[in-house]
């Protein structure tokens, strides 16, 4: 009962910075916990950061901890993953999905996905 869409990928030099965005519709984000994932060529889809339920908790997978932030604004019933220094390894289809668990790092752990953003960080 919930529909995401992602928006603001796009092509970034490293070293640069983007915001990604997850508009959620049908029900308040803050009613699940949300997370960002990410799939690159030839990769497996991976977490990349999450946000627990009332946005109470905020982690992260050691690859993007200290450069990318996930916040979370009830008014507009959006998630964001703002990304700072990014680099060539960054790149991939990003992904935001909602589910029912207080917080999680596994596919399994969400119900709803969107259809992704591409981005792309050339060196």
């Known amino acids: 009962q919930v529909q995401l869409v992602e928006s603001g990928g796009g092509l970034v030099q490293a070293g640069g910075s983007l915001r990604l965005s997850c508009a959620a519709s049908?029900?308040?984000?803050?009613?699940?916990?949300m997370g960002w994932f990410r799939q690159a060529p030839g990769k497996e889809r991976e977490f990349v950061a999450g946000?627990?339920?009332?946005?109470?908790?905020?982690y992260y997978a050691d690859s993007v901890k200290g450069r990318f932030t996930i916040s979370g604004d009830n008014a507009k019933n959006t998630v964001y993953l703002r990304m700072n220094s990014l680099k060539p390894e960054d790149t991939a289809v990003y992904y935001c999905a909602a589910g029912s668990t207080y917080e999680g790092r596994n596919n399994n752990d969400y119900d709803y996905w969107g259809q992704g953003t591409q981005v792309t960080v050339s060196s």
């Open positions: 946000l627990s339920q009332s946005g109470g908790t905020a």
């Open positions: 049908g029900r308040t984000f803050s009613t699940y916990a």
